[in-house]
C-alpha cells in the first residue's frame, strides 16, 4: 500500500477538525468537499455558512457534505478572539484596541481557533502570502515545548519508474531556515527524524556536505559534522551518516570508496541539507527533473499543526496537504 493511502486511512480513523480560513478560493472548496465527502477530516470553513452554502448551491455541489463553518463576522466571536490575541501578546506591547483591529485577518482569526482549540489544525496560504501564515503562526501557535526551531520538509514521492532509491524520501528544511548554526543544523534533524516516523516512515538519516567524511577542512563541513555528532548523542539509536555527499548517502558502493568505515547501509530516506539555498535547489531539481511529487512544506516544531500552501497549489495539492496535517494531529 502505499505511503499516500495509508496516511489517508490513518486520518479517516483520526478524523481530527481541520480549519481552511480561505474559503472565498474556488480550489479551497473543492479540496474542501472531497475531504469531507471521503471522511479525511473534520473540515471547518471559516467564513458566513449561508454565504458559502448559497455559492455551493449555485455549484450543484451542496449535497452529501459534513462541513463546519466558523464566522469570523460574528461580533460576540470576534470580541472574545480578540481578547484572546490580547493576552497571548500584551507582553510584546499590543493593545486590547490593536487585537480587535487584528481579528479581522483571516489568518489571525484561524490561528486563533487553532490555539483555542476549537480546531486541531490549520492548512491556509492557497492566497495569503507564506510570510504572512507563518509569521502569524509563530506569534499565536509557537513552538512545541520540546523545540527552539521551527523548521519544514518536503515529503517527496516517487513514481515507479523512478523509484530506485525508494517511493518517499524526506528533504529538509528546504523553507524556513537560511543558514542553520550548528545547533539548529542537529534540531533540523531531529525534528525530520520525529515526522518521518509520524508518517510511518523508518528514517535513514544523511546529514548532507559537499565532502564525505571530513576529506575537505571547511567550516561549512565541520558545521555538518558537528550537527551530526549532536544528534548522535541525543538520539543514540538513530541510523544516521554524516558529513556525507549526496551520492554516497544513496549509493552502497560509492559510499563503500568514500567512508569504507561507516556502518550505514544506504540509501538515506531522511535528507538533511545543509542552507536553504542546498535545500530549496534540490528538491526542486528533483521535482522537476524526475516528476516526483512534492507535498509541502510541512512545518515542525510548531506547538500544534499549521501548514502552508503554496498560492500556486492545486486541489489535489491542498486535499494531500490535509492529509498530512491531519496525521500530525494527536
Known amino acids: 500500500?502505499?505511503?499516500?493511502?495509508?496516511?489517508?486511512?490513518?486520518a479517516q480513523k483520526i478524523c481530527p477538525r481541520i480549519l481552511l480560513p480561505e474559503s472565498t478560493d474556488l480550489r479551497v472548496i473543492q479540496a474542501a468537499l472531497s475531504l469531507s465527502t471521503e471522511k479525511?477530516?473534520?473540515?471547518?470553513?471559516?467564513?458566513?455558512?449561508?454565504?458559502?452554502?448559497?455559492?455551493?448551491?449555485?455549484?450543484?455541489?451542496?449535497?452529501?457534505?459534513?462541513?463546519e463553518f466558523i464566522d469570523p463576522k460574528d461580533k460576540k466571536l470576534r470580541n472574545v478572539y480578540a481578547k484572546t490575541l490580547f493576552e497571548r501578546r500584551k507582553h510584546k506591547g499590543l493593545g486590547l484596541n490593536e487585537s480587535l483591529d487584528l481579528v479581522n485577518d483571516p489568518t489571525v482569526f484561524a490561528?486563533?481557533?487553532?490555539?483555542?482549540?476549537?480546531?486541531?489544525?490549520?492548512?491556509?496560504?492557497?492566497?495569503?502570502?507564506?510570510?504572512?501564515?507563518l509569521g502569524n503562526a509563530l506569534r499565536i501557535i509557537g513552538v512545541s515545548n520540546n523545540n527552539k526551531l521551527v523548521s519544514s520538509f518536503f515529503l517527496?514521492?516517487?513514481?515507479?519508474?523512478?523509484?530506485?532509491?525508494?517511493?518517499?524520501?524526506?528533504?529538509?528544511?528546504?523553507?524556513?531556515?537560511?543558514?542553520?548554526?550548528v545547533e539548529e543544523l542537529a534540531e533540523i534533524a531531529q525534528s525530520a527524524f520525529k515526522s518521518a516516523k509520524d508518517l510511518?516512515?523508518?528514517?535513514?538519516?544523511?546529514?548532507?556536505?559537499?565532502?564525505?567524511?571530513?576529506?575537505t577542512k571547511h567550516s561549512q563541513v565541520e558545521k555538518v559534522r558537528l550537527a551530526t555528532s549532536i544528534c548522535k548523542t541525543k538520539l543514540p539509536d538513530v541510523d544516521i551518516v554524516g558529513n556525507i555527499q549526496l551520492d554516497a548517502a544513496l549509493e552502497s558502493?560509492?559510499?563503500?570508496?568514500?567512508?569504507?568505515?561507516?556502518t550505514f547501509v544506504p540509501p538515506a530516506n531522511v535528507l538533511i541539507f545543509p542552507n536553504l539555498d542546498a535545500a530549496n535547489i534540490g528538491y526542486k531539481l528533483v521535482?522537476?527533473?524526475?516528476?516526483?511529487?512534492?507535498?509541502?512544506?510541512?512545518?515542525?516544531?510548531?506547538?500544534?499543526?499549521?501548514?502552508?500552501?503554496?498560492?500556486?497549489?492545486?486541489?489535489?495539492?491542498?486535499?494531500?496537504?490535509?492529509?498530512?496535517?491531519?496525521?500530525q494531529c494527536k
Open 200 to 215: 510511518g516512515i523508518k528514517p535513514k538519516i544523511a546529514m548532507l556536505s559537499f565532502s564525505t567524511n571530513r576529506n
Open 1 to 10: 500500500m502505499a505511503l499516500l493511502e495509508k496516511l489517508t486511512n490513518r
Open 40 to 67: 479525511i477530516a473534520k473540515i471547518v470553513l471559516l467564513g458566513n455558512e449561508d454565504e458559502i452554502c448559497s455559492q455551493l448551491e449555485q455549484s450543484g455541489e451542496r449535497k452529501g457534505h459534513n462541513i
Open 287 to 327: 521535482q522537476r527533473f524526475s516528476g516526483a511529487k512534492a507535498f509541502g512544506p510541512i512545518l515542525q516544531g510548531m506547538a500544534k499543526p499549521v501548514n502552508d500552501l503554496s498560492r500556486g497549489c492545486s486541489v489535489e495539492e491542498i486535499f494531500n496537504t490535509v492529509v498530512i496535517t491531519a496525521n
Open 111 to 133: 490561528m486563533l481557533a487553532l490555539h483555542r482549540d476549537e480546531v486541531d489544525g490549520v492548512v491556509t496560504g492557497a492566497i495569503t502570502p507564506s510570510q504572512k501564515v
Open 253 to 262: 558502493k560509492v559510499l563503500q570508496i568514500k567512508y569504507p568505515e561507516v
Open 156 to 181: 517527496m514521492m516517487f513514481d515507479q519508474n523512478h523509484q530506485k532509491y525508494g517511493e518517499n524520501i524526506i528533504f529538509s528544511d528546504c523553507a524556513m531556515n537560511i543558514e542553520p548554526t
